[in-house]
């Protein structure tokens, strides 16, 4: 612990500062995307479709759409809701809704995940540049010391040095497990919207031409 004390207040701590500093910034964009991409945009997609398709099938439009607004945050629902909001209008027009939020939608999920490797990148190099200016400060300094202290004062001033090399690269590991992790999550949610708001599509397509088979009797919504 007195060693890295000493790295963050040594000569060359501004390299350990910035790396700090890329950490804090690297940290507060995990735990944001974690927090919208777990909790504030997903949903269990089958299932929430599954209800979807059921009230289309019973040309329930209404019913359907208000179950999307109870999920308002979520991305599945609201690019459902744009196309069951045009389910009475033509292809073209459901179609363009569907893609226009999902246009929306898919950045959103997206938004910030591309930094995390570029932060790790950053806080490599910036660990392995302050490595480099350590080292040259420690022998730069041998000329000022005795012929039998050389080897102690440059060990120490290489040890220090290679802090910022091993503080770097904490940071950096970190944060590309964390982008993988998130960027797979994101992955499969956007892979569901699309899906499901392919499937919706088609449903409202056909039910529009009159190909969807009537709601049994005693699902049918009453009068």
Not at 164 to 171: D, E, R, S
Request: hydrophobic share 50%; aromatic share 6%; net charge positive.
């Amino acid at each position: 612990m007195n060693v890295i004390s000493e790295a963050f207040r040594g000569d060359d701590a501004i390299w350990m500062f910035l790396i700090l500093a890329v950490s804090i910034v690297s940290l507060a964009i995990i735990i944001e995307r974690f927090v919208v991409i777990y909790f504030k945009y997903n949903m269990n997609g089958p299932q929430f479709f599954a209800q979807i398709q059921k009230l289309v099938m019973q040309n329930n439009i209404d019913r359907a759409v208000k179950l999307c607004n109870a999920a308002a945050e979520k991305a599945l629902a609201r690019v459902l809701k744009a196309g069951l909001t045009r389910a009475n209008k033509n292809e073209l027009e459901i179609g363009n809704s569907i893609e226009e939020t999902t246009l929306e939608v898919i950045p959103a999920i997206q938004k910030r995940l591309s930094n995390l490797p570029v932060l790790a990148n950053v806080a490599t190099l910036m660990g392995l540049l302050g490595t480099i200016v350590g080292m040259i400060g420690a022998f730069h300094g041998l000329g000022s010391v005795s012929a039998d202290k050389r080897q102690e004062v440059l060990s120490a001033g290489i040890s220090l040095a290679m802090y910022a090399t091993a503080f770097g690269l904490l940071v950096a590991i970190p944060c590309l497990l964390a982008h993988m992790w998130l960027n797979n999550k994101a992955r499969i949610m956007i892979t569901e919207v699309d899906q499901y708001s392919t499937k919706l599509q088609n449903l409202l397509v056909s039910r529009l031409r009159g190909g969807l088979a009537a709601a049994p009797a005693e699902e049918r919504p009453a009068n």
